[in-house]
């Protein structure tokens, strides 16, 4: 009988100690599962996260594209008012996508959109003259404007408010890169009182290379009379 109870007791201790290190595995699984579980909330929390970040980036930068696109069109239709003889011809310059698609608005009220194709050649070197002028003006800093040829395929006209009107406000800093038949005349005299520096580029076919006379600016003169 003593025998048995013996039995008996050390059963009862080898099932209590199986409990045991049943009962601390489960708690490690437990703990192992419930670690999975939190860390697959907080990769659900941060992806809900992310994406809301990236929906709220995503409409900040249409904000800024909007804000952009409206301002660059502003200061183009400004800066193409004060050069356009036709001042009914447009009512407002439109960007358009993230492309910057530019679209002349028609005369009011209807504003109809029209092609760029549809503007005489001379006006769609004015619309390109009117949107370098208000790139220059859009940043807070400022860059030399550097025109070349700045008067060809101009009618008088054109020429005259392009000297009266854009050369001299271009930018902080102007270089006219003209031949000796455009700024000459009455618009060289008109040009005169904003001219800090002249220079003439000749070029010797002998040599085949060029040379700069500083201080000097010649121009033909059958072309004075312009």
Known sequence: VLGQVESARNRKEECLNELIKFRNEF??????????????EDR????????RVIRTLSSFKEVVLDWHREKIG??????????????????GIKLVGEDYELQVLGPRPKRVPRSVERLSAAERKLLTVSIFWGLVQVPDKMAPVVIDTPLSSMDSGHKDTLVKEYFPRAGAQVILLS??????????ENLKPFISREHTIKFDEKTGSSSILHDVYEFAEEAVGV
């Open 27 to 40: 708690g490690a699984l437990l703990e192992k599962h419930t670690e999975a579980e939190l860390a697959d």
């Open 44 to 51: 659900k929390r941060f992806d809900e996260h992310k994406k």
């Open 74 to 91: 502003r200061v183009v239709f400004n800066s193409l008012k004060k050069l356009l003889k036709k001042q009914e011809l447009c009512s």
């Open 179 to 188: 031949t000796d038949e455009e700024i000459v005349g009455r618009h060289y």
